[in-house]
C-alpha cells in the first residue's frame, strides 16, 4: 500500500512571494491533515478534512494560508506572501476516519529568506 | 496551559534497560492518544494507539492510558540504539481537535 506522498520536498522562496505543497493521501482515507512543524516543536494543526470538508482550520493563518481539497482524495495548501516565520517543514497526514490513528508523508522543508 | 504537555528532555538510559516517556493532557473529553517516533529529518512515525484506561503492548512497547488523571505513557523495554529519537505523545480532543506535544528526545546509549 502506496503511503502519503508530498511534493516539492524542498523549497526557497523569498519573502512576499507564493508557494504551494501538493498531497496525496493513502488510497481510502477520508480524512486528510496538514501540519507546521517548526524546529524543536511538536507537529501544529493547520486544517482538517474530511473528504473536501474543513472540519478545523482555526490555527490557519487565513489572511495568508489557504488550503482545498476539491475532490476529497489530494490537497493543496498555499502561502500567500510568504513570511520568514513561515520557515518550517509542512507535513501532510491521512487517516481512515476522525479520531482515527494518521499516517505522515515524508514533509515539505520551506525556507523563506 | 498546553494542550499537550511532555517533558523535552533528553532523556538518557543504558542499551537493555526500559525507557518511560510521559504525557500529561488538559482536555478531559480526550478519546484517542496516540505516540508517535520521529527521527532527526524525517517526518513522525506511528508507534501505538490506545483508546481505553489500562495498558496496550505491542512488542516491546507499552502505551498506559490513566484517564482520571489525564496522563498517557510509553514504556520501552530492551532499548536499543536504534530507539534514539524524539516521541511525540498526540491527543484527539473535543470536536475531533488533534494536539501534539512538543516530544521528549530519547538517547539510549550502547
Known amino acids: ?113 | 496551559q498546553k494542550e499537550v504537555e511532555q517533558n523535552s528532555g533528553p532523556l538518557s538510559v543504558p542499551e537493555g534497560a526500559i525507557a518511560s516517556l510521559n504525557c500529561t493532557y488538559s482536555d478531559r473529553g480526550s478519546q484517542s492518544f496516540f505516540w508517535y517516533r520521529q527521527y532527526s529529518g524525517k517526518s513522525p512515525e506511528l508507534i501505538m494507539f490506545i483508546y481505553s484506561n489500562g495498558d496496550k503492548e505491542d512488542g516491546r512497547f507499552t502505551a498506559q492510558l490513566n484517564k482520571a488523571s489525564q496522563y498517557v505513557s510509553l514504556l520501552i523495554r530492551d532499548s536499543q540504539p536504534s530507539d534514539s529519537a524524539t516521541y511525540l505523545c498526540a491527543v484527539n480532543g473535543n470536536f475531533n481537535k488533534f494536539y501534539f506535544g512538543s516530544g521528549t528526545k530519547l538517547n539510549v546509549k550502547p
Open chain 1, 1 to 113: 500500500e502506496a503511503g502519503v506522498a508530498q511534493s516539492p520536498r524542498y523549497k526557497i522562496i523569498e519573502k512576499r512571494q507564493s508557494v504551494a505543497f501538493w498531497c496525496n493521501p493513502i488510497s481510502g482515507h477520508a480524512t486528510l491533515y496538514w501540519y507546521q512543524q517548526i524546529l524543536g516543536q511538536g507537529p501544529k494543526l493547520l486544517i482538517q478534512f474530511q473528504n473536501n470538508g474543513v472540519v478545523d482550520d482555526s490555527q490557519l493563518p487565513k489572511d495568508r494560508f489557504s488550503a482545498e481539497r476539491l475532490k476529497g482524495v489530494d490537497s493543496t495548501l498555499k502561502i500567500q506572501p510568504a513570511k520568514l516565520e513561515d520557515s518550517a517543514v509542512y507535513l501532510c497526514a491521512s487517516s481512515s476516519g476522525l479520531a482515527r490513528e494518521q499516517y505522515f508523508g515524508p514533509g515539505t522543508r520551506l525556507t523563506v529568506t
